[in-house]
């Protein structure tokens, strides 16, 4: 090779060394960069995960917060209603339900919660973000805290009443908030607040990330953005909808029907705009819950929403304020003509008959209503007249009212009334008048049912419905009882003596005598007193007893009875909820038909179809029926036709007293004197 083309040589040899380096670091650089916008593409899906794991424990612990704000009201009101001594048990009862269900729901959360949680600390990110664990430490604090509180709660819902008044002073966290759930309170807002800024902070690096990564990853990530960012709002929306909406039913709630009443006081104190508001109570509900179970109420509610729904307009504001109560806000509507039609419309709507797990059961409501201003300028005083009207209402079953002045009149005059009943029982000014009880064949005397009365010092002469429903509830009712057994102890006693037959007197029962011990040693002292036999009486229950929480208690007490030879009869029979079972195992001697169903002979076939069903029922059973009500002599041949052994009503007489009452009686043929003669 000469001299001159070895420099060639050399100079080719060079390029293609420098070539070559270049083509290196070329290749080097495309790796370099492939492996960059593959490290960043990583990255920011392990962020995105991250965020959108946190954005999910974000939205459970809002909700979970949500959920204990809830749960503490409930049980802070429970035990409020305990140091109440005169709170009956069915209202202490659903609220010691509704508290464990909410332990149950707030467990579930806490149990997600956890779960999320140990994904994230799986997530690569979790290694490179250190103040994690402080939202750890948070969280496990908070949890610790809240079962501490829920272990508390759980206690006071199991209590008795009798605990729950003894110890209400010494459960301070429950009753004031400022103690331990004010502290769970502000911990689930630091927990919320620490997930916020780690969020903040992953969107920033997420932002960052993606203006060095370029348009190579843009476009993608942009998209993946947009969607974390929707689900964000999602989650915001649920969580105000959940604040904000009955879950069973999807109406508004209570919280959602305060804050849109505020607004249209405020509206009407800007513009002067009116509205309207109705209140919905619903029949028998407690008797469908206790008897067909929860499930049987729940569909009874969803029903009453839908047809509150189809009866009002889509601008109307329909709410489940809790338990069987519904309100509807009708805005711009100041005509009480216009809301009664309205409020009638909805009763109708509302009327049905629902299957369920292959029973019928009849929904009904009544429904009260007060127009503002007309009727109210301010929230308390337009819930206190709404509450009036709805009184009113429930008076009439199945039908509206809306308020009116005579309407506070006469709750003024009911709770005056309310008050004289305290002392009732104690100035003996309960009186009893006998009804006569005649063989429908041949008219003969058989006995008295004995009807209470309430001899008013100011208004005279009271008849049941003035006052029997201002006793619901309330312990009042045991001192009528045990006055009505004792006049009639007395005046069987006079009767024979003086030589009548008065036959066998039947005594209304109520429940919370039978409960117990006090119905049966009420009859047992008052037939000791007066020398009288267990065959002088019987007792008249009504077929609720069937739904009573303590039906097995008044079962045994009915047991009691008939082992002394006293006869039992199920009074109003048709109107509950009785079904088959019930009369198969039920120790009771008579059926009474009643007076709505004899009402219906000559008008209303299904009427009378049904009183042909219960006499058929009763002569299949081997018990004797009862036909109350009787006012025409077409209603005593229709039952002598189908087979009513035993009526009583206005054809026969009216109710009387008791000396009245003695001049109908029949006579031994010799009159044996002496005070402990006895007749059976």
């Known amino acids: 090779m000469s001299e001159r083309s070895r420099p060639v040589s050399r100079n080719r040899q060079s390029m293609k060394t420098y070539i070559r380096s270049i083509g290196r670091h070329y290749l080097n650089a495309v790796i370099a960069m492939t492996l960059l916008i593959a490290a960043t593409y990583l990255m920011l899906v392990v962020a995105l995960d991250r965020h959108s794991l946190q954005q999910s424990i974000s939205f459970l612990t809002s909700n979970q917060f949500i959920r204990f704000e809830q749960f503490a009201n409930k049980t802070r009101a429970l035990t409020r209603a305990s140091a109440d001594p005169n709170m009956p048990d069915y209202m202490i009862d659903p609220m010691r339900e509704d508290i464990h269900e909410a332990i149950g729901e707030v467990r579930v959360v806490s149990r997600q919660m956890g779960e999320l949680h140990d994904q994230i600390k799986r997530n690569f990110l979790e290694k490179l973000n ?44 429950i009753e004031n908030p400022v103690t331990s759930d004010s502290i769970l309170i502000r911990q689930f807002g630091d927990l919320v607040g620490h997930t916020k800024v780690i969020g903040t902070g992953l969107l920033a690096l997420i932002a960052a990330t993606v203006i060095l990564a370029r348009l190579l990853l843009f476009t993608p990530l942009l998209k993946k953005l947009r969607n974390e960012y929707r689900r964000t709002i999602d989650f915001e929306n649920r969580l105000q909808q959940l604040a904000h909406t009955d879950a ?30 109705l209140l919905v109570d619903l029949h028998r509900f407690k008797s469908v819950n206790d008897n067909l179970g929860h499930q049987a109420g729940d569909a009874v509610l969803r029903h009453v929403a839908g047809a509150l729904e189809r009866a009002f307009r889509s601008s109307d504001i329909i709410a489940r304020l809790g338990g069987d109560e519904f309100t509807v806000l009708v805005p711009g509507l100041s005509n009480a003509t216009a809301l009664a039609a309205m409020a009638e419309r909805a009763v109708e709507a509302i009327a049905a008959e629902i299957e369920f797990d292959g029973q019928i059961i009849e929904v009904s409501a009544s429904i009260g209503g007060a127009v503002v201003p007309s009727h109210a300028s301010d929230e308390a005083s337009l819930l206190r007249v709404v509450d009036l009207a709805l009184y009113t209402a429930k008076g009439r079953r199945n039908s509206a009212f809306i308020f009116d002045e005579t309407t506070l009149a006469q709750r003024l005059e009911q709770n005056q009334l309310s008050l004289a009943l305290v002392l009732a029982a104690d100035r003996n000014e309960f009186v009893v008048h006998y009804q006569p009880k005649v063989d429908l064949r041949t008219g003969t005397h058989l006995g008295f049912e004995a009807l209470v009365r309430w001899q008013h010092p100011e208004l005279g002469l009271l008849q049941p419905g003035r006052f029997l429903p201002l006793m619901e509830g309330t312990q009042l ?90 006869s039992v009869s199920l009074d109003d029979f048709g109107t509950g909820f009785a079904s088959l079972v019930h009369l198969r195992d039920f120790p009771f001697d008579e059926l009474k038909i009643d007076r709505s169903f004899v009402a219906g002979i000559g008008s209303d076939a299904r009427s009378e179809q049904i009183i042909r069903a219960v006499i058929d029922l009763s002569r299949n059973l081997g018990k004797h029926c009862v036909a109350e009500g009787i006012e025409t002599e077409a209603q005593s041949r229709f039952l002598v036709e189908a087979g009513c052994e035993i009526g009583q009503g206005y054809l026969f007489a009216k109710p009387l007293p008791a000396a009245q009452a003695a001049d109908r009686l029949p006579r031994w043929p010799r009159i044996i004197a002496g005070r402990n003669f006895h007749c059976g």
């Open 130 to 173: 250190p103040s994690d664990e402080l939202s750890e430490q948070l969280r496990l604090d908070l949890e610790e805290r809240l079962n501490d509180f829920l272990e508390h709660a759980a206690r006071i819902a199991d209590a008795t009443a009798k605990e729950r008044q003894e110890r209400y002073s010494s459960w301070g966290p």
């Open 248 to 277: 069973l039913t999807g109406l508004s709630n209570r919280t959602a029907f305060n804050h849109t009443l505020s607004n249209f006081f405020g509206d009407l104190e800007r513009t002067g705009t009116g509205f309207s508001l």
């Open 477 to 566: 009712i045991r001192g009528m009882t045990r006055a009505v057994v004792a006049a009639v102890g007395r005046d069987l006693d006079v009767w024979k003596a003086m030589g009548l037959i008065p036959g066998t007197i039947s005594i209304n029962m109520p429940e919370v005598v039978l409960t117990n011990q006090e119905g049966y040693n009420l009859l047992s002292e008052t037939i000791q007193e007066n020398g009288l036999e267990w065959s002088d009486f019987a007792v008249e229950i009504t077929e609720d007893v069937f739904l009573n929480r303590a039906a097995d208690r008044i079962l045994d007490t009915v047991a009691r009875f008939r082992e002394h030879g006293l």
